[in-house]
């Protein structure tokens, strides 16, 4: 029974991962395809990366999403980790529910209806469509992400550390760029990447508050899919696969240096 049991767990892992990562594996190899078709394998290339590079208009979509996804994500990083700091400091204040609720509200709230309703609240003020529309759209859409990360790592924080610091004569603000920052920037780093990932992401949203000039690649490449997938778009896809990857594995490093550097200072106050 427990070789039985094993063997169909095995095989839904192994049919799980092949359904999540195959089409990735196909993507990526039919980049370098020779031929036009993206489903017939005509010899290795990589003249498609050199096509893409020479596409302004896919290169203009990717210079915007770069641009929109390091300011919303700078942004809501400073916004969540103050809406962070708010909830977990101050447990008790006059309208901490309705404040709660707005911060994490995008983390509910289905992309069309917030696309809808920031477009609606645009129109309404007579903000034109463009990349300040879409930017402030990320910023609401990933902040309450960077509240979370953040939150969370403040809730296991050691406030003896804080009261230790300014028991000795720090005041509040040095005490917390001093000590409290450090401890937490792993988790803020962490917010930046997963904002900056989900606005490189996003292509509902973004259809709803771009406008002339504005258009991000998620955008591009969706209207170029929908006449017929090209090498350029799987050469574009795989340049950002890359760059996802090469981000998420340099923050696993740092924080696994991080990580053993803090239990070698540790081990040496012990001995100390």
Known sequence: MNATWSRFNITSIVLGFAFLYLPIVL????????????????????????????????????????RVGVISATVATVLGTLAALTLTRYTRFRGRMLFSGMVFAPLVMPEVITG????????????????????????????CFVAVVVQSRLVTFDRSLEEAAMDLGAPPVKT????????????IVSGWM??????????????????????TLPMK????????????????????????????????????????????????????
Not at 197 to 213: E, H, K, M, N
Not at 238 to 247: D, M, N, Q, S
Request: charged share 10%; hydrophobic share 55%.
């Open 116 to 143: 809808l309703s920031l477009l609606l609240l645009f129109v309404a003020i007579g903000m034109d469509r463009g990349l300040m529309t879409v930017t402030l759209a990320h910023i609401t859409l990933t902040m």
């Open 27 to 66: 993507l990526v190899v039919f980049s370098f395809n020779e031929s036009k078709l993206v489903t017939v394998w005509g010899g290795f290339s990589t003249k498609w990366y050199v096509s893409l590079f020479h596409n302004q208009g896919l290169m203009d979509a990717a210079w915007v999403t770069v």
């Open 176 to 187: 917390f760029f001093q000590i409290t920052l450090p401890v937490i920037m792993p988790a």
């Open 194 to 215: 997963l904002a900056f990932t989900l606005s490189l992401d996003d292509l509902v949203i973004a259809s709803f508050t771009s406008g002339p000039g504005a258009t």
């Open 221 to 272: 490449i969706y209207s170029q899919v929908r006449l017929g997938v090209t090498p350029e778009i799987n050469a574009a896809c795989t340049i950002l696969i890359a760059i996802v990857a090469v981000g998420v594995i340099a923050a696993s490093v740092v924080n696994k240096r991080r990580e053993v550097q803090r239990q070698l200072d540790e081990q040496a106050a012990q001995r100390g």
